[in-house]
């Protein structure tokens, strides 16, 4: 074939099919599922954190029972005591009206006796 140096003109001539490009495949591996192996030790680890964890909530929440039983004892005894101060304080207040001098005037009287002043001995502890 005859080469001439002859620039050709490409608007007239119709365009070759372009040829699409394929890409080339690619094969993706499919990872399959990789799997942790537990050891023995920490099979027993975790064991042994969950029976401390055990241990540690039945011991929270029989401190709470035990404390709320000791509120309640507390209670009791700070209404008992309450009321033996009311009934101490009764009792010293009659105390008070039975040893008045006009109660011990009403009594000697009522039995036939005299009040003398000079006899009379005030006696303090």
Known sequence: MAQNNLAR?????PLEKEIPRVKPRVRVRAKAKVRLRVSGLEKALITGCSVVLCILMVAVISSKIALSNSQHSLQQLDNRIERLH???????????????????QK???????SLHNGNIRNVTK
């Open 107 to 113: 009594v000697a009287k009522q039995n036939g006796m």
């Open 9 to 13: 003109n490409l608007v007239d001539q």
């Open 86 to 104: 009311n009934s101490n304080t009764n009792l010293r207040q009659q105390m008070g009206e039975l040893q008045s001098s006009s109660r011990l």
